[in-house]
């Protein structure tokens, strides 16, 4: 039992690790204003630059670099669409996620001729894992040894970035005066730009920020936990992280916690399908994928109360002339 909790909590961590940064990255720009449904579009492209980047050059650090660059791209569009043309924001993201999707298969086809896929990436295009000190010396020691050895150590760089993000999130967003800014242009945009502080700059920064940690998770999931592209490979869960993020009520370390619990359920759907449980049966895997949905919907309705967005969410800014 104790060995299924092990490697349990350590398939948890390896999943929610691109919710986690889909999910800051969210909370980035929903901060400034600028809501973003399309980061699983960002997620797909930036995994489909990293994959086909890495293969090329066979440098998964190169691969990280595209996908980032691609990520910030679809993010400076939306920010085109939505800041600087005061266009609708969910038409703008819902646009990003058609425009990667059918892009990212159509090039994967036209380049590699294997249905939309990149080939398996050569040696020195993923991350490996990193060991941590000692591992495999202290593993034979009761509950530490396995905990140490399995759920800290032997992750990918990217898993550790993303764990780390969440305390530098909350210390840009409540510590900086960047991030007072930030938020205050979520909530009052008309009294940040009346102190002088331009707000189409801010949520532009807002938006670059999003896309740099959709592009990060994107990538995790070609060059770091895959070997390669796959055609809609992100599986909606830049949606997920939508969720994660409404749950966690904008908040990093709620965030965190949240997107641990939907990795969790993810992680329990795949290791019990096909098993049958006492008076149930056998679960089909999709009731453990709809979970994080309907735990998000019911908490919010009934047990953690209202999750009220920043005030000016959605609302294009529109400088009032003298």
């Known amino acids: 039992m104790f060995e299924t909790i092990i490697l349990m909590m350590d398939a948890t961590i390896r999943v929610s690790t691109p919710l986690l940064l889909a999910c800051l990255a969210g909370l ?82 036209t380049w590699f001729r294997q249905g939309g896929r990149t080939p398996s990436l050569p040696d020195g295009g993923r991350f490996t894992e990193i060991v941590w000190p000692f591992a495999e010396q202290v593993r034979n020691i009761p509950i530490i040894g396995p905990f140490y050895a399995e759920v800290l150590s032997g992750h990918k760089i990217l898993v550790y970035v993303a764990f780390l993000a969440v305390p530098l999130t909350w210390w840009i967003l409540f510590r900086t005066r960047f991030g007072l800014r930030l938020r205050a242009v979520g909530e009052n945009p008309a009294a940040v730009d009346t102190a002088g502080i331009s707000v189409v700059w801010m949520r532009y920064r807002a938006v670059i920020a999003c896309g740099i940690l959709c592009g990060v998770a994107g990538s995790y999931l070609s060059i770091a936990v895959g070997s390669g592209f796959g055609v809609n490979m992100t599986a909606g869960q830049g949606f997920m992280a939508l969720a994660a993020l409404i749950f966690a009520k904008w908040k990093p370390v709620s965030a965190m916690f949240t997107c641990l619990l939907f990795g969790f359920l993810d992680a329990a759907g795949t290791r019990l399908q096909g098993v049958e449980i006492w008076l149930i049966g056998e679960v089909p895997l999709q009731v453990f994928q709809a979970l994080p949905y309907v735990l998000t919907v019911v908490l919010l309705a009934g047990f953690i109360g209202k999750a009220i967005p920043p005030k000016a969410a959605g609302i294009p800014y529109l400088k009032e002339r003298s």
């Open 28 to 109: 980035y720009s929903e901060r400034s204003g600028v809501v973003d449904i399309g980061l699983e579009g960002k997620m797909l492209g930036a995994a489909f630059g990293a994959g086909a980047v890495a293969y090329i050059t066979a440098n998964a650090w190169l691969g990280l670099l595209a996908g980032i660059s691609v990520s910030v791209l679809l993010s400076l569009l939306h920010g085109f669409a939505s800041i600087s043309n005061r266009g609708n924001q969910i038409v703008s993201g819902v646009a990003i996620n058609f425009l990667a999707a059918g892009l990212t298969a159509l090039l994967g086809q």
